[in-house]
């Protein structure tokens, strides 16, 4: 109120309060630059007849933060952008890239290049967050080309690309499996002096999981550490470079890696193909840290969490420590079989000489002498391997040796010792270490009598192998194929019409009779 009203109010103060007010009402109204006719008529007030577009993108800015619902986020922005249609409101570089946005987030890239060229007609020049949108949304859909395209126009604009256009340009060239291409541009985004963040480097070791490049992973993993980013704080990169080393056997990836990730729980999976690597690579303290670990994360000992250990061991030359884990596994509660110990028999096997057998065998004689118990599973691989070597003469000794090595002969022994006796067509001894087989009261189980037919098959007298055939019935087990086709030949040799029989037999079992098989008897005729 100015200094003239002041002086004219000065002479009313001896009025009463209710004139006073009344006075001052009308004295504002007569000053006002307002149209009001009356002091007694009530204020009027009149907002701006457009709110500014800045309000508008706000709000806009406000709905594309809710990402949990694109569809519905996209229906709300364009109602938005409806409302400003009706105020009559220009669009700014803010509203074309809200709307570019909210398309982007829906995956709908034509309208995000309609938006995008309908900007450009409205005279307004893209910026660097409308690059950017449009490169996250040919990265997210593949439009490889398009997105290199992009990125000239953007340099021909003279617009400095950022880290998240570097970002968006590594991701789509990497999810294109163009790898060579994405470290181009990673080397590009250094030479500009821009560090990488986080996220590109994990991008960029996504892609090398995608080809199968351990190495170049692993390297980008231990750059990432050198330049001093908070990998720790984002353990997906070390379990994506731990699996991909594992499944390209770099046991440097997996040794490094595990340190990192084995507290944090990995998956079934993943433990068993590290479990594999420190096999291959002769790693017993990793292998044994892994099996320690799948117990932790709730998994029940199985049998083929202890053959990548025993692996290790040999490929320490540590035979002896390769026998122990049968102990071992025992203890945890799982009982070893044949398929545990393939690795010390395929050893055995590989090596070709009798005197690898022998050293072995002297290993149980010293286990024994500690006076420690000989597992009957290393025991059986002992007598495998002699039969692998078709040693029918050391098969027999050392399966004479049980006793006294206080092992007693399961099923497996005596299917060992039979295969050597098949090998060397020794019908008699096979007959002998059935009959003991039956004394031991050890029941036999299906590769017992598939071995008993085949058995049968090398004399001339074969017709125990019509017995065996019975017998498996008589226990509801259908025989085998192998059984049947071993048979076959047989009687198809020896010109016995019950080859017919036997073909009948193996089609009410649901076996495949090839015509090779149908041929043996009128081949053998024809000769």
């Known amino acids: 109120m100015n200094r003239l009203v002041l002086n004219k109010l000065q002479p009313l103060a001896q009025r009463g309060k209710q004139s006073v007010i009344r006075d001052l009402h009308r004295q504002w109204i007569r000053h006002s630059s307002s149209d009001v006719a009356t002091a007694t008529k009530p204020f009027v007030t009149h907002n701006h007849p457009t709110a500014p577009i800045s309000s508008f993108n706000l709000r806009l800015n406000s709905q594309l933060r809710n990402r949990r619902n694109p569809a519905r986020t996209l229906r709300t922005v364009l109602e938005i952008v409806q409302e400003i249609k009706h105020r009559n409101l220009k669009f700014d570089c803010n509203t074309y890239n809200a709307i570019m946005t909210a398309y982007s987030q829906n995956k709908e890239l034509p309208k995000v290049i309609k938006t995008f060229q309908d900007m450009k007609a409205d005279g307004l020049e893209p910026n660097i967050d409308t690059y950017n949108i449009l490169l996250e949304a040919y990265a997210k859909t593949g439009r490889i080309y398009d997105l290199l395209r992009l990125k000239e126009e953007i340099a021909d604009n003279k617009v400095g690309l950022t880290m998240t256009s570097y970002y968006h340009l590594i991701k789509g060239v990497s999810q294109a499996q163009e790898m060579e291409l994405a470290l ?4 590009n985004l250094k030479g500009k002096g821009l560090k990488p963040n986080l996220a590109i480097y994990a991008t960029l070791i996504e892609g090398c999981v995608g080809l199968q490049d351990a190495q170049t992973a692993f390297e980008l993993l231990k750059e990432a550490e050198t330049v001093d980013l908070a990998v720790d704080s984002y353990p997906r990169i070390y379990m994506d470079v731990l699996r991909l080393g594992a499944q390209c056997d770099d046991a440097q990836a997996v040794e490094y890696c595990w340190q990192k990730v084995h507290a944090i729980r990995p998956d079934e999976g993943t433990l068993l193909d590290v479990l594999r690597v420190a096999g291959k690579k002769g790693n017993t303290a990793l292998a044994t840290d892994v099996i320690r670990q799948l117990s932790v994360n709730g998994y029940r000992y199985k049998e083929h969490y202890f053959t990548p250990l025993m692996e290790a061991f040999l490929v320490k030359k540590d035979l002896k420590s390769a026998f122990n884990v049968l102990d071992i596994m025992r203890v945890s509660g799982v009982a070893p079989t044949m398929r545990a110990t393939a690795p010390i028999r395929e050893q055995l096997r590989n090596d070709g000489s009798v ?20 597992d009957v599973t290393a025991f059986n691989v002992v007598v495998a391997a002699c039969a692998d070597a078709k040693d029918i003469e050391r098969t027999i000794a050392t399966y004479r ?5 206080g092992v007693t002969p399961n099923v497996d022994t005596y299917n060992a010792v039979l295969e050597a006796c098949i090998t060397t067509q020794m019908k008699s001894m096979g007959q002998v270490v059935i009959d003991e087989m039956k004394k031991a009261d050890v029941t036999p189980n299906l590769q017992t009598y598939s071995n008993m037919i085949r058995l049968a098959c090398t004399g001339r007298d074969y017709d125990e192998a019509f017995e065996y055939l019975e017998e498996m019935k008589d226990y ?10 071993v048979l076959a030949r047989k009687l198809a040799y020896e010109n016995d019409p019950r080859f017919h029989m036997v073909l009948e037999e193996m ?10 098989t149908r041929s043996l008897w009128n081949a053998k005729h024809r000769n």
């Open 184 to 187: 181009d541009l990673f080397e």
């Open 355 to 374: 005197e690898s057998i022998d050293t072995a065998y002297y290993l149980l004689e010293e286990i024994r002498k500690q006076k420690r118990s000989v």
């Open 401 to 405: 040796e049980a006793k006294r090595l």
């Open 476 to 485: 509801n087990i259908a025989p085998p194929e192998l059984c049947y086709l």
């Open 507 to 516: 089609e009410t079992f649901g076996y495949h009779i090839s015509p090779r």
